[in-house]
Structure formats: C-alpha cells, structure tokens
C-alpha cells in the first residue's frame, strides 16, 4: 500500500532564506506527483505536477524534483517570503487504472516564514 | 488556471440534518470530479469520485447512503451528507478533472460542524 510521508512536520524559517521540504513514497510506481499549498481553512492550489518520467519542474522561486527510484520528491523554495507561510502538501498518483482522483497526500509540511 | 467553485465554504448544522455542498468547474466541463475529507491535522482522505451521468465510485469505507453524489451536469456536483451527526464533521474538498488533463483542480473547500 503506498505511503507518503512528508519531513518535517513544521518549519520555521527567518524571510529570505532558502528552504527545502522532503516527500517520501514508499511505492515508485507512480504516474505523477503533484505538489500543493494549502492555505488554512482553505482548499488545495496545484503549484507543480511531475509526470514520472520527468526529474524536475521549475515555477518561479519554486523547484520541484523527483527520484522515482528512490521514492523521493523535493520541493526547493527560494528566497523565501512571509507570504509563502502555508502547508505544502506531497501526492502521488497511482499508475494506471482506477480512480484519477486518487491521490495519495501526505500529511504536509507547514511553512512559517517570519518577516 | 481552471477554477473550481465549492459551495457553501462553510456550513453548521444541528446533528440529524442533512447537509449539501456544491461543486463547481467555472470555466472548463469536468466529467470526473472528486470528493476528498480532510480531518485536523491529518491528510486528505478520497471518498468517492464522481461521473457525470453515472453512478458515483465510492472508496472503501465510504458508506454510500450516508454521502450521497449527484453529477447531473459536466459542471456541477453535489455532495450531501445525510442525517449528519458530530463525528461528520470535517473539511470536505472537491477536485474536479478537465477533459484532456492529468491534473485535477480544487475547490475551497467547505468546513462541516454538526453540533
């Protein structure tokens, strides 16, 4: 049964500061992985998708890579500011049939950037 | 992007009542759409995936008279939560899947309390 598994749970870190969140899985058989923000209270905004035969997507100050191989992700955040404070959510995408929807979230990672 | 629209984003009810949330595609058809619950803290759980002009696709553990899913057009589901009681309490999220993409898009979310 696939996991995800995010580390750390939390973060704080002073604004300008380059950060790194880690995502594990613990089965490689994937489809994609897709990396969300959650702000509280609020609904999932897609910040990058990763199709399983790609290594990285890159969107503004935020790169994503993925080790298939190895059943990781990393989501690199740079230069970061107080308005990236939110939870990040990991997902993977079982490969194949069944349910598109059915991804597989970890727990999330919670950002604070402070100014 | 593509914006899904979730209705009512928040909802308290008295224990017994039914409840309805909405879920939109504002600006692209959506023949598949996702229900996803999302207790405190802890990841986002899919309950049923849902197919325009079909039967609704529930997860295991999903009790289907309880959460019942209508997708009468390419736009719009609902979810309701039938004689509703405290423990029915939670985030619920909806994602919604355009025709030729891999990648879902979320609504809002709506937060149940039942008292």
């Known amino acids: 049964k696939q996991e995800v598994t995010q580390i750390p749970a939390a973060l704080s870190v002073p604004e300008g500061e380059n950060l790194v969140l880690n995502c594990s899985f613990t089965?490689?058989?994937?489809?994609?992985l897709q990396w969300f923000r959650q702000d509280p209270g609020k609904g999932l905004t897609s910040l990058l998708l990763?199709?399983?035969?790609?290594r990285e997507q890159t969107s503004g100050r935020l790169n994503a890579s993925l080790d298939k191989s190895s059943g990781r992700s990393t989501l690199y955040i740079a230069a970061s500011q107080p308005g990236d404070s939110a939870t990040y959510l990991c997902a993977v995408r079982p490969p194949g049939g069944g349910s598109q929807g059915n991804l597989i979230f970890g727990k999330g990672t919670k950002l604070s950037v402070k100014p | 992007g593509a914006v899904v629209s979730q209705h009512p984003s928040w909802v308290i009810c008295k224990s017994g009542t039914s409840v309805k949330i909405e879920c939109r595609s504002l600006?692209?058809?959506?023949?598949?759409m996702f229900w996803y619950r999302q207790f405190p803290k802890q990841s986002l759980m899919l309950m049923a995936t849902s197919n325009e002009g079909s039967k609704a696709t529930y997860e295991q553990g999903v009790e289907k008279d309880k959460f019942l899913i209508n997708h009468a057009s390419l736009t719009l589901s609902t979810l309701t939560v039938t004689s509703a009681h405290p423990e029915d309490s939670s985030f619920y999220i909806c994602?919604?899947?355009?025709?030729?993409?891999?990648?879902?898009?979320f609504g809002e979310g709506s937060r149940l309390t039942v008292l």
């Open positions: 990763i199709q399983s035969s790609q």
């Open positions: 994602s919604a899947k355009g025709l030729n993409t891999g990648e879902l898009f």
């Open positions: 600006d692209f058809q959506a023949t598949t």
């Open positions: 089965d490689s058989a994937i489809y994609n």
